[in-house]
């Protein structure tokens, strides 16, 4: 087959080829995509608007929720769009761009809870020193070093994959997943991305284990608390994030590590969509459930746009 230049397009997976489940799939999509962007933007507007919520847990989570925003954006209107139009071609800088900020979201999202780790072990075995170790102009450096390492992960990746050179454009995946990719390579060069690959599980399983670490540490100073109360509160600040954290491992774990009877192209749609989609639309479910500073927030939120709406009403009524 002939190389494939930087102009070509490629072909994504096409969820069905009857039209009414293909729509179906779009209102699916976009119900998901609009209930993850709509719960995101909350935990943003709440931690922005609130100012109790001015401290550096709460920062880490606005760039949390900023990321997982990034992250569903990447790769659910693309699906939509396709759908929508009866397609499945995205073009050749589409798909470059869909890699890198895939990449780039996700490794920044990992590097932020592993921040969020320390955090937490910081205000729970070491409290004397919080506000010291963690003021304002270590919080900002701390997430702008995770947003570059997002950066330098996602120019890794993306340039490593887009080395090789392609013998399909078929791509058995509805966005452009690497692994996926790989197997479209008639080259060598394919060895270099998978590299890359096994780097970003060494990586990742490394800040895994200094988050479980971390963990194991912070749970021994809980047991030392002496108040009943005191342990709870402690918990309660933790069990979101740890939530957070085993979803997006155990969701990707399911996504990658998965038996040869799941290899038709449905279910590798479903996996994808397990571990790429389902992360960024649980999270702030899970931080507004478990902390009632944000669900706190989240209310005033709610009654200042309904006394907004009550002001309006009332100033036209009375024109």
């Not at 009414?20 to 933007?41: E, P, R």
């Not at 009866?86 to 073009?91: G, L, T, V």
């Not at 692994?179 to 060598?188: F, G, R, T, V």
Request: net charge positive.
């Amino acid at each position: 087959m002939p190389n494939l230049t930087s102009t070509s397009d490629f072909l994504l997976l096409e969820f069905s080829d009857i039209r009414d489940l293909q729509m179906l799939h779009f209102f699916v999509f976009f119900a998901v995509y609009l209930t993850a962007v709509t719960g995101n933007l909350l935990i943003i507007l709440a931690v922005a608007v609130d100012h109790h919520l001015r401290t550096p847990m709460f920062f880490f989570l606005m760039n949390l929720a900023v990321l997982d925003l990034g992250s569903v954006s990447v790769l659910v209107p693309k699906a939509m769009a396709n759908s929508l139009m009866n397609s499945r071609s995205i073009s050749y800088s589409g798909c470059v761009a869909q890699v890198f900020f895939f990449f780039f979201f996700g490794g920044s999202d990992f590097a932020i809870l592993a921040i969020m780790a320390h955090d937490r072990h910081i205000a729970i075995c070491n409290p004397l020193q919080y506000e010291t170790i963690m003021h304002r102009g270590a919080c900002i450096q701390m997430a702008v070093s995770a947003w570059i390492t997002g950066i330098f992960y996602g120019v890794l990746n993306t340039g490593g994959t887009f080395a090789i050179t392609f013998c399909s454009n078929m791509i058995d995946q509805f966005f452009c997943e690497v692994p996926q990719m790989l197997k479209l390579a008639c080259s060598d060069m394919y060895l270099v991305e998978v590299g890359l690959i096994i780097f970003s599980i060494c990586l990742g399983i490394g800040c895994f284990i200094f988050i479980i670490v971390t963990y194991m540490q912070i749970f021994s100073a809980v047991r030392r608390i002496p108040s009943i109360h005191g342990q709870k509160k402690a918990i309660s600040t933790c069990l979101p994030h740890l939530t957070v954290v085993c979803l997006l491992v155990f969701s990707g774990i399911f996504g990658y590590v998965r038996p040869r009877s799941y290899s038709s192209s449905v279910m590798k749609a479903l996996f994808a969509i397990i571990y790429a989609v389902v992360p960024p639309l649980l999270n702030p479910f899970i931080y507004s459930m478990r902390n009632k500073e944000i669900k706190t927030a989240l209310l005033k939120l709610c009654d200042c746009g309904h006394f907004s709406k009550t002001i309006t009403c009332h100033n036209t009524n009375a024109k």
